[in-house]
């Protein structure tokens, strides 16, 4: 609630001492509330550092910058951080080492559009990638040299968002496929340059595969999707929006050989005919 959520940090001085099971830090917070939660919230998991709100109204109070210091003192105090929301925010290279540094156990992070500020920051990345279960780089202007780097050493890796990488291309899908062998859920959304060899071979490696976004990959073929059914059988959810180079022959073996397909997203292609495949 909007106005309970206004009252509470204003007061925030009365209570902050009863919360120390609070396990969610959001930049929400003025800088005397960020002092007493890390203070005395020691068992914080969740910090949302989102660069802005979508909601004109909340976001007038949202800080517009977030300094190191800021993610230095979150960090260091708050021992059991898991998941970190650094999407559009103002992080630079050093905010996002000592992060890091601070954060080694660290399970969830985003880092959605956050290219303007990083450099060195993406390739620092790959030495704190060990524990990472999710990550989201979207539109962060990676290179194939970066994005293998940081998948190299990420083996624990479930979901990864790499949607908007327009240089990017098969190589860094093999990489995933090689380094990443637990991965469940890959977005590749607006990766043109994304190979279809690339694809069957992140099918053929990745045996957990789950969900996948294709999403306006101009190179997507049906070979493409022959390739992906020949080995994605625990795959449950497809999105192929925009990809004008699959035909019927790439859906119909995806109906036939992903048993557990649960949802395909096909919206506007223009040629796809309507085929009889045995299944509802």
């Known amino acids: 609630d909007y106005n309970l959520r206004q009252k509470l940090l204003q007061r925030s001085g009365l209570y902050i001492k009863k919360l120390q099971?609070?396990?969610?830090?959001?930049?929400?917070?003025?800088?005397?509330?960020?002092?007493?939660?890390?203070?005395?919230?020691?068992?914080?998991?969740?910090?949302?550092?989102?660069?802005?709100?979508?909601?004109?109204?909340?976001?007038?109070?949202?800080?517009?910058?977030?300094?190191?210091?800021?993610?230095?003192?979150?960090?260091?105090?708050?021992?059991?951080?898991?998941?970190?929301?650094?999407?559009?925010?103002?992080?630079?290279?050093?905010?996002?080492?000592?992060?890091?540094?601070?954060?080694?156990?660290?399970?969830?992070?985003?880092?959605?559009?956050?290219?303007?500020?990083?450099?060195?920051?993406?390739?620092?990345?790959?030495?704190?990638?060990?524990?990472?279960?999710?990550?989201?780089?979207?539109?962060?202007d990676l290179t194939d040299v970066v994005a293998g780097a940081i998948l190299k050493n990420a083996a624990q890796l479930r979901t990864i968002v790499?949607?908007?990488?327009?240089?990017?291309?098969?190589?860094?899908?093999?990489?995933?496929?090689?380094?990443?062998?637990?991965?469940?859920?890959?977005?590749?959304?607006?990766?043109?340059?994304?190979?279809?060899?690339?694809?069957?071979?992140l099918a053929k490696h990745c045996s957990q595969l789950k969900a996948i976004e294709l999403c306006r990959v101009d190179t997507l073929t049906d070979e493409s999707l022959v390739g992906i059914a020949a080995h994605a059988y625990l795959l449950e959810t497809l999105v192929l929006m925009d990809c004008d180079r699959v035909g019927d022959e790439g859906i119909i073996a995806i109906a036939r050989g992903c048993p557990h397909l649960r949802t395909i997203e096909t919206v506007s292609y223009t040629h796809l005919r309507a085929h009889e495949t045995g299944r509802n």
């Open 162 to 201: 790499l949607d908007q990488n327009y240089y990017i291309t098969g190589n860094t899908v093999t990489a995933l496929a090689e380094y990443c062998p637990l991965v469940e859920h890959v977005s590749l959304n607006n990766c043109s340059r994304v190979s279809n060899q690339s694809l069957s071979t």
């Open 21 to 140: 099971h609070f396990k969610y830090f959001s930049r929400w917070t003025c800088k005397q509330t960020t002092m007493d939660i890390v203070k005395f919230c020691k068992n914080i998991e969740d910090v949302n550092f989102r660069g802005f709100s979508n909601n004109p109204r909340e976001d007038q109070y949202l800080l517009r910058e977030i300094s190191n210091q800021t993610f230095t003192i979150v960090t260091k105090e708050c021992k059991k951080i898991k998941r970190i929301n650094l999407a559009l925010a103002s992080v630079s290279d050093a905010g996002l080492l000592r992060i890091l540094q601070e954060t080694q156990g660290i399970q969830q992070l985003n880092l959605n559009n956050c290219w303007d500020k990083l450099t060195a920051g993406f390739r620092t990345l790959a030495r704190y990638s060990a524990t990472l279960l999710s990550l989201d780089l979207t539109q962060c």
